[in-house]
């Protein structure tokens, strides 16, 4: 895991965009002063989860979370060729000390350059017309039991959940599932058997009857 590191992050970013588009000139700024969905006019905002690992200064833990917020800032001048990017990583707080400090994530080279080109194909995308499909969030260790149930993240004061959205299974269940999951059936649905015959039962009943006898009365002459 590395530090956050202003220059790198700033090296990195511009190498990539070397790579895609060399006649333009794009930098990238770490600021922690930027808010969601705060924004000057002209700008756009792209945000990505990321997996890091966090260590406290006062107890020395460490945990690990995938729910570490990447906000981006950008904004692009087409009259100048130029873009840049504010760019802000969210930080988190220990949850054994009650008075911890917020502490700035640490992340693997694979994340880093996982965070960046999730954003460069973003800018791609907005500003050049190309398409875009994120990279998923890198799980490279296991999550500690802590970050799994609720940790504190900064960001507008709000105390965010760390739970981790599920894919839902695609499977088709078993036979036993499937009757398990059956509703109950209502037995006002099923209709109760009728006890009296009605008119047209009785007339052809009588009907039979009287074919029968007249029929028997034939084969004895």
């Known amino acids: 895991m590395l530090a956050l590191d202003a220059h790198k992050w700033e090296q990195k970013f511009q190498e990539r965009m070397q790579q895609e588009i060399p006649w333009v ?14 924004l000057p006019q002209g700008w756009m905002q792209y945000q990505q989860r990321a997996f890091g690992r966090f260590l406290c200064a006062r107890c020395n833990r460490s945990w690990m979370s995938a729910q570490i917020n990447i906000l981006c800032h950008i904004y692009w001048d087409p009259w100048k060729s130029e873009g840049q990017v504010l760019m802000r990583t969210f930080a988190q707080k220990c949850q054994n000390c009650s008075s911890s400090r917020f502490e700035n994530p ?32 890198i799980y490279e260790e296991p999550l500690d039991r802590p970050s799994r149930r609720r940790i504190n993240i900064v960001g507008c004061g709000v105390r965010c959940s760390s739970r981790q959205k599920r894919k839902s299974s695609k499977s088709l269940p078993s036979p036993q599932e499937s009757s398990s999951s059956l509703p109950p059936l209502d037995d006002s649905l099923i209709p109760e058997p009728q006890g009296n015959l009605t008119l047209g039962q009785m007339f052809m009943l009588i009907f039979i009857t009287v074919c029968a006898l007249i029929l028997g009365q034939i084969l004895n002459l």
Do not use: A, C, M
Request: charge should be positive; aromatic fraction near 16%.
């Open 106 to 137: 640490e992340f693997s080279i694979k994340n880093i350059r996982r965070i960046l080109k999730n954003l460069v194909q973003y800018i791609l995308h907005v500003y050049y017309g190309h398409g875009f499909e994120e990279i998923v969030v």
């Open 25 to 38: 000139k794009w930098t990238l700024k770490l600021d922690k002063n930027i808010t969601p969905d705060f």
